[in-house]
């Protein structure tokens, strides 16, 4: 059975700091699919926010948070993280991991495409005040 646990979320000032985790119910995701993070503010569409792929450990990151959010894995925990730094209002969201579905034509997708992932979790809330 796949799943995945998003943990870590909270309220933070403007400015602030969050390490969120996916933790996967086997190591045998992290070792052959790329893991996701995105994210969904209320009443907008969800969007990609940072992948990292399962071979050799390549990040790829949105735009809006280049240079703020770095993304990692450790295998042996079954876990990604995403370490959340200088955080804005507009981060808040809530934030879902998923792993990338094994599907060639899922694959060929763009990295962030949300069509390539699957099994997404519950969900961790994330709020940043002014």
Not at 31 to 60: C, L
Not at 99 to 108: G, I, P, W, Y
Request: charged share 20%; net charge positive; with cysteine.
């Amino acid at each position: 059975q796949v799943s995945l646990v998003e943990s870590g979320g909270g309220l933070v000032q403007a400015g602030g700091s969050l390490r969120l985790s996916c933790t996967a119910s086997s190591k045998f995701i992290l070792d052959y699919y790329h893991i996701g993070w995105f994210r969904q503010a209320p009443g907008k569409e969800r969007e990609g926010v940072s992948v990292i792929s399962h071979s050799d450990g390549r990040t790829y990151y949105a735009d809006s948070v280049k240079g703020r959010f770095t993304i990692s894995k450790d295998n042996a925990k079954n876990t990604v993280y995403l370490q959340m730094n200088s955080l804005k209002p507009e981060d808040t969201a809530v934030y879902y991991c998923a792993k990338e579905k094994n599907s060639a034509t899922a694959q060929a997708l763009g990295v962030m495409d949300l069509l390539r992932y699957e099994y997404w979790g519950q969900g961790t809330q994330v709020t940043v005040s002014s």
